[in-house]
């Protein structure tokens, strides 16, 4: 069965800071890998995939993750952090073949602030 | 193009009373899932359809239904509204089935029951 972790519930930075949100995800086969983002009042943006292709994953607005293998992790970083980052992200995980669904982690409330 | 639409944007039910959602995907979408987003147990995966069959079904009691028509658009319904089904409905749409490249999500349904 797969599963995703994300550790902490709400992480804080100021503006210009990095930005580095936690996933370690459990499957028991090669996984996909995505990071969603969430604006309050609205449904989930993809930011950034992994499938099974470069290992380092560059998303949109300024966001990439690396997959590592070895720590089943998919860290969500971001150099420089601006206000209109805040907002909830969320990790999931798919399984290959049949079983499409997304497992999702419990999500990081991401503050910045100015 | 336009994205993945859902309605009504909100709805009040009362407790006992059934519900239907709506969710029109992406024009040349064919897999269409709905989630389940709640502050308690987070994003939930309901089920899937894929060329107006269910694939993929999560653990949701047998209140929870849904069905997918020959134009791609699904709906779902719960009967029997209980105030722990209060929750954001998301529907997503990809291509294809198992395709693992990221599914876009619509904005989704607010249920509140009271």
């Known amino acids: 069965a797969q599963s995703v972790t994300q550790l902490g519930s709400h992480v804080s930075v100021s503006e210009g800071a990095l930005v580095l949100l936690r996933c370690n995800y459990s499957s028991s086969v090669p996984p996909y890998l995505f990071w969603y983002v969430q604006y309050p009042n609205q449904g989930l943006q993809l930011l950034l995939k992994y499938t099974s292709a470069a290992t380092l994953v560059k998303g949109i607005n300024g966001f990439e993750a690396e997959f590592k293998k070895s720590e089943t992790s998919f860290h969500l970083t971001k150099p420089s952090a601006h206000m209109s980052d805040a907002a909830e992200y969320f990790c999931a995980v798919s399984e290959t073949g049949a079983n499409s669904k997304l497992t999702f982690g419990k999500g990081i409330t991401l503050s910045v602030r100015p | 193009k336009a994205g993945v639409t859902q309605t009504p944007r909100y709805l009040i039910k009362t407790r006992g009373q059934q519900v239907t959602l709506s969710c029109s995907p992406i024009s040349g979408h064919r897999s269409v899932s709905w989630y389940q987003q709640t502050p308690g147990q987070g994003l939930q995966f309901l089920f899937e359809?894929?060329?107006?069959?269910?694939?993929n079904k999560g653990n949701f009691p047998g209140r929870f239904s849904g069905r997918q028509f020959s134009n791609s658009r699904s709906e779902m319904n719960v009967s029997t509204l209980e105030l722990g089904d209060s929750a954001l409905y998301l529907c997503?749409?990809?291509?294809?089935?198992?395709?693992?490249?990221?599914?876009?999500f619509g904005s989704g349904t607010r249920l509140t029951v009271v």
């Open positions: 997503a749409s990809s291509l294809y089935r198992g395709e693992n490249y990221g599914y876009t």
């Open positions: 359809y894929f060329s107006e069959t269910q694939r």
